[in-house]
C-alpha cells in the first residue's frame, strides 16, 4: 500500500503566479481533505473533495480551489500567489464512511518569493 | 470559537524522563480527540483517537488520556527516537462535521 502520495515534493513560485498540487489517496480512501501548515503552527483545513464535489470549506479566500477526479486524486490551485501562501501543503485521504480517520501525505513545501 | 491550545510549546527531556503534554481544548460537540506525531519536514503520523471523557488509548511508551476540557498525551521513559511534534485535533460536529482543528504543537526534544 503506497499511502497517500503527494507532487511535487518542493516548489518556488514568485508572487502573482499560479500553482497546482497534486495528491493520490490511499488505496480505497474516496476523501480528500488539504491543509496549509505555516511554520510553528497546526494544519489548516482548507477544504475537503468527496464524490468531486467541494463537501466543506475552511477559511480560506477563493484563490484557494480544488478538484478531485473519478479515481479520487485530487489537485489544489492557488492562485495570484502571495509570499504569506509559503507554508507546507498537506494532503490527507480518508473512506467515505469515516472520514475523520485522516491519513495525511508527506506535504508539498511551496515557497514564494 | 472552536479553539485547540497545546502546552507547552516546546519540551526537552532526558532520556528515560517521563513527562506529559497537555491539549486543551473548546468546541461545540466534540466528536473525536485525535493526536498525531509529525517529523520534520513530514505529514502528520495518526496515533490515537478518543471519543469520550476517562477513555484511554496506549501505544509503546505513549498513553493518550481524555477529561471534558483536555487530552493529556503521557510518555514514559522517552528515547530520542521519540523526538517529534505532537499535534491534537478536535472534530466537531457543529456546521463542518468533517473539519479536524489542530492545535499549534509540542515540539519535544529527548536528549541521550
Known amino acids: 500500500d503506497a499511502g497517500v502520495t503527494q507532487s511535487p515534493t518542493h516548489l518556488i513560485k514568485t508572487r502573482g503566479q499560479q500553482v497546482t498540487l497534486r495528491c493520490s489517496p490511499k488505496?480505497?480512501?474516496?476523501?480528500v481533505s488539504w491543509y496549509q501548515q505555516a511554520l510553528g503552527q497546526g494544519p489548516q483545513f482548507i477544504f475537503q473533495?468527496?464524490?468531486?464535489?467541494?463537501?466543506q470549506r475552511g477559511n480560506f479566500p477563493d484563490r484557494f480551489s480544488g478538484h478531485q477526479f473519478p479515481n479520487y486524486s485530487s489537485e489544489l490551485n492557488v492562485n495570484a500567489l502571495l509570499l504569506g501562501d509559503s507554508a507546507l501543503y498537506l494532503c490527507?485521504?480518508?473512506?467515505?464512511?469515516?472520514?475523520?480517520?485522516?491519513?495525511f501525505g508527506p506535504g508539498t513545501r511551496l515557497t514564494v518569493l | 470559537e472552536d479553539q485547540v491550545t497545546q502546552s507547552p510549546e516546546a519540551l526537552r527531556l532526558q532520556e528515560g524522563e517521563s513527562s506529559s503534554l497537555n491539549c486543551s481544548y473548546t468546541?461545540?460537540?466534540?466528536?473525536?480527540l485525535f493526536w498525531y506525531r509529525q517529523d520534520p519536514g513530514k505529514g502528520p503520523e495518526f496515533l490515537f483517537t478518543?471519543?469520550?471523557a476517562g477513555e484511554e488509548k496506549e501505544k509503546e511508551r505513549l498513553k493518550a488520556t481524555l477529561t471534558k476540557k483536555e487530552s493529556f498525551l503521557h510518555i514514559t521513559a522517552p528515547k530520542p527516537e521519540d523526538s517529534a511534534t505532537y499535534l491534537c485535533?478536535?472534530?466537531?460536529?457543529?456546521?463542518?462535521?468533517?473539519?479536524?482543528?489542530f492545535g499549534a504543537g509540542t515540539r519535544l526534544a529527548v536528549h541521550p
Open positions: 490527507a485521504s480518508s473512506p467515505g464512511t469515516r472520514f475523520y480517520e485522516q491519513f
Open positions: 488505496s480505497g480512501h474516496d476523501t
Open positions: 473533495y468527496y464524490e468531486e464535489e467541494e463537501r
Open positions: 468546541v461545540s460537540g466534540l466528536r473525536g
Open positions: 478518543l471519543y469520550s
Open positions: 485535533a478536535v472534530r466537531n460536529s457543529s456546521g463542518g462535521y468533517n473539519k479536524l482543528i
